[in-house]
């Protein structure tokens, strides 16, 4: 048997095939060594498709050797082989993290419960952009997220359980409508398999079934991506669970819901029918438009650095979807690119506040008052993370907005590049409300005598740092495989 | 419920029936309504209702938590195992129809195994949520 030929299986199997091991060995010491030998052997397997898949080759497999489109298939092209390779990433980066700030966070009992489902959390993620099923995308979906609200009620706050329970219920919402706009696609096509889909729906997409599905769909996966007014769950789910948990939702959860939408637009409805037939570009606009200057404003009068971001997150959402709207090789490439580059960003940001919470005991501003003094590395990466978050040339942020701007641009859209300004201002505010109390601050009583965060917290938090700079100065990997997504969607979505 | 001599008697007395049953759903699967998902509600039920006659602590002598522990996740590695062994012999993965030299019988054999794999997981989670429901409050949290 050739390894090679099974790798988008194995993508998938691995981290599954862990969790139960994990709750097996019933240790939480060797639940973690499982877990993350699990979630490098994904990045191994992500890495190795996408170098696959780098020339724009299209890599099927199919499930039980059932063939397309009768069985399930996966279905791995330079799109998903990007994705998986941002889910895996993260996931390796996160889960040493894990060990020393779970420690602090959840009790002992409950550690290999929480690998468990931080394997199956990652499972979940992985197979909504590998799998090319409509169903198995939902049963993915459910999975992800099913995991998700769990290891967001083990935050130690008693309000994570609340967050949690409004997760479920926004979450729950967001599933029911993307199974009913998949269910309205398979009454009116016969088949789940999306490149079968795609081929059967040219003919009748004018339909209103059709329409009612796109409609569904729409809405479904914005609940799950926090698209601006269905974004209520966000900010207490991020608050409020654990910091190890918080930076990894915030840089996969999000993006695969909008690999998601992103798929269902271009590779089954068509480019041609989504954007130009429809009213649905402006739409989108609108709701970009509204997060990116709400969401700012909101996180700017913030008193809790995790909550802050997590508007902020709202917001850079706001410019995905921006990109997203504009229709164009261009935009579409801002799209993804700014898809990566924020979960970068936002992860390294959120592990950084990890650090933070675990010496100063909080993440309220006035807590962290003086924080530099105290904690000039961890200082350091979070105002590093919030000038990526304006936009600065160098960091990550920057490339993204480039793309978002040089797009308007060319659609002779001024409007829209001066809004993307605007907003990046915005985004200013909020960072100096930071930068003023950890620096220009009287150091917290709680912070008296404490030290730098310990190395096995901090490591991974760095090495994010440093790819917020490498990814802001050397584009080839992350630009060069959104242009290349970029390409390829518009290409085959007429 | 010490001194409720029919209700013990009678519970005693289905028990192995509901067992048979669940055993006969499971196994007939193949060709009438039922599978690994109901036959594990079913063999579930069988302990829920010697816990509701006998007590919680009696039940948890005779299936501790770490066996339904074991069980939730056994069954998952079992239905993955089957799925892995399709990828040894030189199949995909979830492949049955290598898993003999007839496939017709592969097909069989896969299906055997990944529906006990079910049932395991199953009746292992339905336990596990009602011994969490009923242990609320004497538990440590």
Same mark, same amino acid.
């Given at each position: 048997?050739?390894?090679?030929?099974?790798?988008?299986?194995?993508?998938?199997?691995?981290?599954?095939?862990?969790?139960?091991?994990?709750?097996?060995?019933?240790?939480?010491?060797?639940?973690?060594?499982?877990?993350?030998?699990?979630?490098?052997?994904?990045?191994?397997?992500?890495?190795?498709?996408?170098?696959?898949?780098?020339?724009?080759?299209?890599?099927?497999?199919?499930?039980?050797?059932?063939?397309?489109?009768? /069985?399930?298939?996966?279905?791995?092209?330079?799109?998903?082989?990007?994705?998986?390779?941002?889910?895996?990433?993260?996931?390796?980066? !996160?889960?040493?993290?894990?060990?020393?700030?779970?420690?602090?966070?959840?009790?002992?009992?409950?550690?290999?419960?929480?690998?468990?489902?931080?394997?199956?959390?990652?499972?979940?993620?992985?197979?909504?952009?590998?799998?090319?099923?409509?169903?198995?995308?939902?049963?993915?979906?459910?999975?992800?997220?099913?995991?998700?609200?769990?290891?967001?009620?083990?935050?130690?706050?008693?309000?994570?359980?609340?967050?949690?329970?409004?997760?479920?219920?926004?979450?729950?919402?967001?599933?029911?409508?993307?199974?009913?706009? !998949?269910?309205?696609?398979?009454?009116?096509?016969?088949?789940?398999?999306?490149?079968?889909?795609?081929?059967?729906?040219?003919?009748?997409?004018?339909?209103?079934?059709?329409?009612?599905?796109?409609?569904?769909?729409?809405?479904?996966?914005?609940?799950?991506?926090?698209?601006?007014?269905?974004?209520?769950?966000?900010?207490?789910?991020?608050?409020?669970?654990?910091?190890?948990?918080?930076?990894?939702?915030?840089?996969?959860?999000?993006?695969?819901?909008?690999?998601?939408?992103?798929?269902?637009?271009?590779?089954?409805?068509?480019?041609?029918?989504?954007?130009?037939?429809?009213?649905?570009?402006?739409?989108?606009?609108?709701?970009?438009?509204?997060?990116?200057?709400?969401?700012?404003?909101?996180?700017?009068?913030?008193?809790?650095?995790?909550?802050?971001?997590?508007?902020?997150?709202?917001?850079?959402?706001?410019?995905?979807?921006?990109?997203?709207?504009?229709?164009?090789?261009?935009?579409?490439?801002?799209?993804?690119?700014?898809?990566?580059?924020?979960?970068?960003?936002?992860?390294?940001?959120?592990?950084? !506040? /990890?650090?933070?919470?675990?010496?100063?005991?909080?993440?309220?501003?006035?807590?962290?008052?003086?924080?530099?003094?105290?904690?000039?590395?961890?200082?350091? /990466?979070?105002?590093?993370?919030?000038?990526?978050?304006?936009? !600065?040339?160098?960091?990550?942020?920057?490339?993204?907005?480039?793309?978002?701007?040089?797009?308007?641009?060319?659609?002779?859209?001024?409007?829209?590049?001066?809004?993307?300004?605007?907003?990046?201002?915005?985004?200013?505010?909020?960072?100096?409300?930071?930068?003023?109390?950890?620096?220009?601050?009287?150091?917290?009583?709680?912070?008296?005598?404490?030290?730098?965060?310990?190395?096995?917290?901090?490591?991974?938090?760095?090495?994010?740092?440093?790819?917020?700079?490498?990814?802001?100065?050397?584009?080839?990997?992350?630009?060069?495989?959104?242009?290349?997504?970029?390409?390829?969607?518009?290409?085959?979505?007429? | 419920?010490?001194?409720?001599?029919?209700?013990?008697?009678?519970?005693?007395?289905?028990?192995?029936?509901?067992?048979?049953?669940?055993?006969?759903?499971?196994?007939?699967?193949?060709?009438?309504?039922?599978?690994?998902?109901?036959?594990?509600?079913?063999?579930?039920?069988?302990?829920?209702?010697?816990?509701?006659?006998?007590?919680?602590?009696?039940?948890?002598?005779?299936?501790?938590?770490?066996?339904?522990?074991?069980?939730?996740?056994?069954?998952?590695?079992?239905?993955?195992?089957?799925?892995?062994?399709?990828?040894?012999?030189?199949?995909?993965?979830?492949?049955?129809?290598?898993?003999?030299?007839?496939?017709?019988?592969?097909?069989?054999?896969?299906?055997?195994?990944?529906?006990?794999?079910?049932?395991?997981?199953?009746?292992?989670?339905?336990?596990?949520?009602?011994?969490?429901?009923?242990?609320?409050?004497?538990?440590?949290?």
């Amino acid at each position: 048997m050739s390894l090679a030929l099974h790798l988008p299986a194995l993508q998938v199997v691995i981290p599954l095939i862990s969790a139960p091991l994990a709750v097996l060995v019933r240790r939480g010491g060797w639940a973690f060594l499982i877990v993350t030998a699990a979630s490098w052997a994904a990045l191994a397997a992500a890495i190795a498709l996408w170098l696959a898949t780098a020339d724009g080759a299209t890599i099927s497999y199919a499930l039980g050797n059932w063939p397309p489109p009768w /069985g399930i298939e996966y279905r791995v092209d330079r799109l998903s082989s990007f994705v998986l390779l941002l889910v895996s990433a993260t996931a390796a980066i !996160v889960l040493p993290y894990a060990r020393a700030s779970i420690e602090r966070e959840i009790p002992h009992a409950q550690h290999y419960l929480f690998y468990a489902m931080f394997a199956l959390c990652l499972t979940g993620l992985l197979g909504i952009a590998i799998t090319g099923d409509a169903f198995n995308a939902f049963v993915f979906l459910e999975i992800s997220s099913l995991s998700g609200y769990v290891l967001i009620a083990l935050g130690r706050d008693r309000r994570a359980l609340v967050a949690a329970y409004q997760y479920l219920i926004m979450g729950s919402i967001g599933a029911t409508f993307f199974v009913i706009g !998949v269910g309205l696609l398979y009454l009116m096509t016969g088949t789940l398999n999306l490149a079968d889909m795609a081929e059967r729906i040219g003919a009748i997409r004018e339909s209103r079934s059709v329409l009612a599905a796109l409609a569904f769909l729409t809405v479904g996966i914005s609940l799950k991506l926090a698209l601006f007014p269905l974004h209520q769950w966000l900010p207490n789910a991020y608050t409020y669970a654990p910091s190890v948990v918080t930076a990894f939702l915030a840089a996969t959860a999000t993006k695969v819901s909008i690999y998601l939408l992103i798929r269902f637009y271009y590779s089954v409805f068509g480019e041609s029918f989504v954007f130009q037939k429809l009213p649905l570009p402006e739409i989108m606009l609108v709701m970009s438009i509204a997060a990116m200057f709400v969401a700012s404003l909101v996180a700017a009068f913030q008193n809790d650095l995790k909550r802050l971001l997590a508007y902020s997150s709202v917001s850079q959402i706001g410019y995905i979807t921006l990109g997203l709207s504009y229709d164009t090789v261009n935009g579409l490439t801002a799209s993804l690119v700014h898809m990566f580059n924020h979960a970068v960003t936002k992860g390294g940001l959120f592990l950084f !506040v /990890g650090c933070a919470v675990a010496v100063a005991g909080g993440s309220s501003l006035a807590r962290l008052s003086g924080l530099a003094r105290v904690m000039p590395l961890t200082s350091f /990466g979070i105002v590093l993370g919030g000038l990526s978050l304006i936009g !600065v040339p160098g960091t990550c942020g920057f490339i993204g907005k480039w793309y978002l701007i040089l797009a308007a641009l060319e659609k002779g859209q001024w409007g829209l590049a001066m809004a993307v300004v605007t907003s990046s201002l915005l985004a200013v505010a909020y960072v100096w409300r930071f930068v003023e109390t950890a620096y220009f601050r009287e150091p917290h009583a709680s912070l008296a005598g404490r030290k730098e965060a310990p190395p096995a917290l901090l490591a991974p938090a760095l090495l994010l740092a440093g790819a917020m700079l490498y990814f802001g100065l050397e584009t080839s990997v992350s630009l060069g495989s959104a242009a290349g997504a970029a390409v390829m969607l518009m290409a085959v979505g007429k | 419920m010490r001194h409720d001599l029919v209700l013990r008697v009678i519970a005693k007395l289905m028990m192995p029936f509901t067992l048979l049953f669940a055993l006969y759903v499971q196994f007939h699967g193949d060709f009438g309504p039922g599978g690994g998902f109901q036959a594990g509600v079913i063999a579930a039920a069988m302990v829920i209702l010697y816990a509701l006659i006998y007590g919680l602590d009696q039940a948890r002598k005779a299936l501790p938590d770490w066996l339904v522990e074991t069980m939730l996740a056994g069954g998952v590695l079992l239905y993955a195992g089957v799925g892995m062994a399709g990828l040894m012999l030189g199949g995909n993965f979830l492949d049955y129809f290598v898993l003999h030299a007839d496939p017709v019988q592969g097909q069989h054999r896969g299906i055997f195994w990944v529906e006990a794999g079910v049932a395991v997981t199953v009746s292992g989670v339905m336990l596990k949520i009602f011994y969490m429901f009923a242990g609320r409050g004497r538990d440590p949290e």
